[in-house]
């Protein structure tokens, strides 16, 4: 049984409560228009959470990661560090609703369905028993349909939801048919048992297990942008309002690597490695079509989105290589919290310039640099981060996640992912250095215009967040070295 | 009982081909819906039928869950449907071109 006092009980506990409460506050209130009332109640939700998140993990409370648990929560290294970047994306996104949702309707539903998502996104990390970690997806994914949708009255915020929606409801179909299948192999929900019951399998039902890892691939590739899955994202994310698509782009898509990590890459090493070529493939193929077709955008949402399907890629190389070293997952792990934040802040910087400016067309940015002092510079360092430049969070996991595909030289490819991961990572440079060289090297100069506040604190903190662990990395390697699961030694394939 | 678990297996497969044939062939937003929920409740025909030969009973609580949230998901898929209905007089996904590129 689970404790009442665990860490994931307390966070449903806290959010769930207080995502509850804020609409029948609004009936009770019958005051229209207070947003940000309802922004700094979720603010304080979020923030309670993650400090309970944070204090466990600094205190040491937290055992290493453990893959598997008898119970349907496990509260370890692993979950924590997915419950604190997922906690730091929706802080920030809360932080750039209070100046993007004034003035729009029904702020205490949206605030609440921020909260839900939040959980959804929280259990997913924490949940080992494929039931727990179906009804968490939901949980995440239901609440972000209707908020990308939120923007009733504009065509395009609708059409980014119903694309959204019905390829979501798709990969949940199809995530859970290969649920189905694992547990009539099997007979257990359980991902532990599940593992070992696929690994001492009958040979003759191998093809069913490969069709289910296959499918959970597939269901959850679609949320995490990869590439023959991704043709929803970029509609998506630039038809939402942005604040919204950092939550998609900096949480769900994160939430889609907690699940994959916990499902797939037992799935793989548990079928001797037949599934490990293919995420290669993906993984090259992934960061390679988001590359490209980012450089074509003019709308810098859209190019975003699609250096968001890049970076999906990137992550994928520690996964592809996870059965051969440990450091793999370890990068993956890494670039997932930093991506979080990088991702984050720059969508929240557009809101900011939607908010102020009304504009996402890259050509109308000239000049930004001088009418929003900080927002640009925000948007500068997360731009720089993303394409992992040196004195930056980004060069860290980058450069983790590379070193590993290059450190193992066992599977023959491994080396080959390394190569497609800089040479892409140069190319990334190409057109976040042409936005940059808009907002700073173009245009007149005009006058400062009056930046949201609320926006400045994001982008002062993603600027202190992503500049110190690129100066003083060691604290959070140290931390994700920690969280890497601890997987069955006789299932390392050593050199 | 005469029925063998192979021919629940081969009703599911049936009903997950139909769903996939209907997502991709179909461009009415509400066909499309409708072809996810076969794939869903060929899931959950699977898990009740493997349930069934199986000495738990897990698969059969999973089909409620999976039941309730199915649910949930079809009505804010509704919603999204009616509001995009008000808005173009229809719900010819491959009629909406507000986003491209």
Redesign the interface.
Known sequence: MIEITSTPIILIAILGTVGMILPVMSVVRKEKGSNSFYAAIAFGALIASIGYVAYEVVSGQLPPAAVFSADVLANDSFSGLFAIAMLIVAIITTAGSFNFMRGQAHPPVYYSLILLSTIGMVLVAYSTDLVMLFVAWELMSIPTYVLAGFMKKNPSSNEAALKYFLFGALSSAIIIYGISIVYGLTGSTNIGEVMTGLANLDPSMMPLALLAVGMFIAGFGFKMGLVPFHMWLPDTYEGAPPTITALLAAGTKKAGFAAALRVIIMGTIALQLDWTFALGVIAVMTMTVGNIAAIMQKNISRMLAYSSIGHAGYILIGLAVAPFTSLGIQGSLFHVLNHSVMKGAAFIAIAGIVTTIGITNIDKLKGLGRKMPITSLGLVISLLALAGVPPTAGFWSKLLLFGSALETGLPAWAGWLAIAGVLNSALSLAYYGWIIRKMYFEGETEKKIKEPKAIIGVMIFSIIFLVGIGVYPDPIIEFTKNAVPILDNALIISK | MTNTMLDFVIV?IAL?AI?IYG?SVKRN?IR??FA??M??N???L??VA?GRF???S??Q??AL??IA?AA??VA??L???I??YR??KNVD?AE?R????
């Open positions: 599911s997950l769903g997502i937003a499309m819906l996810v929920e794939i869903v060929a899931a959950n699977n898990l493997f199986l000495p738990n897990q698969g609580t999973f869950f999976s949230i949930a998901e804010v898929g919603a999204l449907i509001v995009a808005m173009y996904i909406f507000s986003l491209k590129g």
